[in-house]
């Protein structure tokens, strides 16, 4: 299960730029959704770290980079970086998953009410991501968008946390 969750966070990066293969972000969102369904409340949260560990690690891959101006010193420190801050950021996406257990579990939520909470509390999430400590906000799921003017022209009305809550719940 933690290999799945892992795998499907890796592959919801696939969906930022520069790839931008939004329609990835379905099966992703489907199958945390599925895996954190199965589960009681710590599963939930296990299965919601490792996906946002695959997550951030792929998103924040170039981070690295910086460590290999100066490689014959400091490219071994670039795997450490990645991993490291991915592992920090990955705790966002658990607290998502957890929270979203718990309401399913207290409210006796159906299929389509749990992927809205997912939904609303991914966003939550990134807000704080964002907000928090020195704030981060690197890889909104609403960033994904940049690849249609038309879309982005939603950003407007409801801003990048609105297109993340539309496109988790949409996948």
């Known amino acids: ?27 992703a969102f489907s199958i945390l959704l599925w895996l954190i369904q199965g589960s009681g409340i710590r599963a939930a949260l296990t299965h919601g ?25 400091y490219g071994w420190l670039a795997p ?4 490291g801050i991915a592992s920090i950021m990955a705790v ?7 929270i979203t ?3 399913s579990l207290h409210l006796k939520l159906v299929d389509w009410a749990q992927a ?6 991914w966003t939550f999430t990134e807000y704080l991501r964002a907000e928090l400590l020195t704030g981060l906000p690197w890889n909104l799921i609403g960033s994904v968008w940049v690849i249609s003017n038309v879309i982005l022209q ?10 993340s809550m539309i496109t988790v719940a949409a996948a």
């Open 101 to 103: 257990k718990i309401f």
């Open 116 to 121: 809205l909470c997912l939904a609303i509390f």
């Open 49 to 73: 770290w490792w996906f946002g560990l695959g997550f951030f690690s792929a998103g924040f891959y170039w981070i690295g980079n910086a460590f290999f101006i100066d490689a014959e010193r």
């Open 1 to 27: 299960d933690l290999a799945v969750a892992l795998a499907s966070g890796l592959i919801a990066a696939a969906a930022l730029p520069p790839m931008g293969l939004v329609f990835l972000l379905v099966p």
């Open 154 to 163: 939603v950003a407007a009305w409801i801003g990048v946390f609105g297109l």
């Open 80 to 83: 450490f970086a990645v991993m």
């Open 92 to 98: 966002y996406a658990a607290l998502a998953t957890g």
